[in-house]
């Protein structure tokens, strides 16, 4: 079972080698991209090992714009090259295994072909139905000078105020879940075949003005495809749910603490080493590399990773 990782990163580039290194096996393939906006001069200072591809065709990545969505098709384009892939796994440079690469692997042959994607429908009174009701300028606005966002941030404010919204793109039900999924070959293939065609890249072409595109282009898309029923939770929350979810389900591999009073997410520490030991999850995020330093140090202990080489 080879597995590929693809990994958006802009900080911590010691981090992302500690990541690389933590995951790196015969079974793993690495495809990164920097944020054009980052030095890269930061994280190719640091080594890694032979095979890792990082990007070169960068993008300026603005956050919740499309800019992320195109960076993370890259990789993907990237990744499916290689023919030995058969799982594609979405990781940041803020995240960590919890799970050694033996239990990884052994997992992931398990459970093949089984999608790994959040998912609700962004329907209704769903939360963050106006992510796509509304127009959001997000990457025009963020390219501008500076001293141009706030006024027209507000003017886009004033737009979102008119009584209109926008039609969701014909065909499909949308669907918001989180941009930290894993999929099959077989459901990366199908989208990258999809977005070659007119339907396609308009569809592409809508997602430039909602917020957030990167949590609902991808469920989107796998949702309203053949690949679907290989989703996990699937039966339990779309073919036998009367009642729609107004979010996410937990279906992704990874553990995200979102408590309240904590950052957004929480950035963990050693106070959460008993909460990710005991987690049925396969990675974790977020990750300080000074704040977590304690908590990776005791998860590489727990996981047999003992040597960056």
């Not at 919740?64 to 098709?73: F, H, K, Q, R």
């Not at 070959?185 to 569809?203: D, H, N, P, S």
């Not at 290989?230 to 995200?256: G, T, W």
Request: charged share 20%; proline share 5%; glycine share 2%.
């Amino acid at each position: 079972m080879n597995i590929a990782y693809m990994i958006t990163a802009h900080s911590q580039p010691s981090h992302l080698q500690h990541l690389v290194f933590a995951l790196n096996n015969q079974s793993t393939h690495f495809y990164i991209h920097i944020d054009k906006k980052s030095d890269m001069s930061a994280f190719l200072q640091y080594s890694f090992p032979s095979d890792v591809v990082f990007l070169k065709n960068r993008v300026v990545i603005h956050h919740a714009g499309i800019s992320l969505v195109n960076a993370m098709l890259q990789l993907l384009q990237a990744a499916y090259l290689n023919e030995k892939c058969q799982y594609f796994q979405f990781l940041s440079g803020w995240d960590y295994p919890i799970k050694n690469n033996q239990f990884i692997v052994g997992y992931m042959e398990k459970h093949y072909p089984m999608n790994f994607i959040n998912f609700y429908p962004l329907v209704d009174d769903a939360d963050f139905v106006d992510n796509i009701k509304k127009y959001h300028f997000i990457d025009s606005i963020q390219s501008t000078p500076g001293f141009f966002h706030k006024p027209l941030n507000a003017l886009q404010r004033l737009v979102n105020f008119l009584p209109f919204n926008r039609s969701f793109f014909p065909g499909m039900v949308p669907y918001r879940g989180s941009c930290w999924f894993c999929l099959n070959r077989e459901t990366v293939g199908y989208i990258l075949e999809f977005l070659k065609t007119e339907k396609g890249k308009a569809f592409l072409e809508y997602f430039k003005y909602v917020a957030c595109p990167d949590e609902i282009f991808f469920p989107t898309l796998v949702l309203n495809s053949p690949y679907a029923r290989s989703c996990r939770y699937f039966k339990r929350d779309i073919a036998q749910v009367r009642i729609p979810m107004k979010n996410e389900n937990k279906a992704y591999l990874h553990h995200i603490d979102w408590d309240q009073t904590r950052e957004n997410p929480a950035l963990l520490d050693m106070s959460d080493y008993e909460t990710l030991r005991n987690s049925k999850a396969l990675y974790a995020r977020k990750f300080h590399e000074e704040k977590s330093a304690s908590l990776l140090a005791a998860i590489d202990q727990l996981i047999g990773v003992y040597l960056l080489s």
